[in-house]
């Protein structure tokens, strides 16, 4: 379980991390693309921030966290810029792939299936 300051700090990432996407983004990974920050974890000694990624307008989303993991260095260096004020030491950042919003989908289809199916036997 996470303590408060794990999650204040997961917070400040979360936001300025957002930024940085919004500004260095299209830089990255392309225009066509739509890299959200759907949550932060942070490590007990609050060294790693564990950024989960949300990837829309790709079919290969694993192609993007390899581009994020090839500008690690510009990322963090645009983090440390913009919470250095408040955090003595910059976490190092882990991508992680958020299929959250691609599982719900998938369930979506499946229960809509699932109710024509009913439908049909009900005929």
Do not use: C
Not at 37 to 59: H, Q, R
């Amino acid at each position: 379980m996470e303590s408060i300051r794990q999650k204040q700090v997961g917070e400040v990432i979360r936001r300025y991390f957002s930024m940085i996407l919004q500004e260095e983004g299209s830089n990255i990974y392309g225009r066509n693309k739509l890299v959200t920050v759907t949550g932060v974890t942070m490590t007990p000694d609050l060294l790693v921030a564990k950024i989960f990624i949300s990837i829309y307008g790709s079919e290969n989303k694993q192609e993007v966290i390899l581009e994020l993991e090839e500008n690690h260095s510009l990322l963090r260096k645009a983090l440390a810029s913009k919470v250095g004020k408040q955090m003595r030491r910059v976490p190092d950042i882990e991508f992680i792939l958020d299929e959250t919003v691609d599982e719900m989908y998938r369930v979506n289809d499946l229960l809509n299936r699932v109710n024509e199916e009913d439908k049909n036997l009900g005929k």
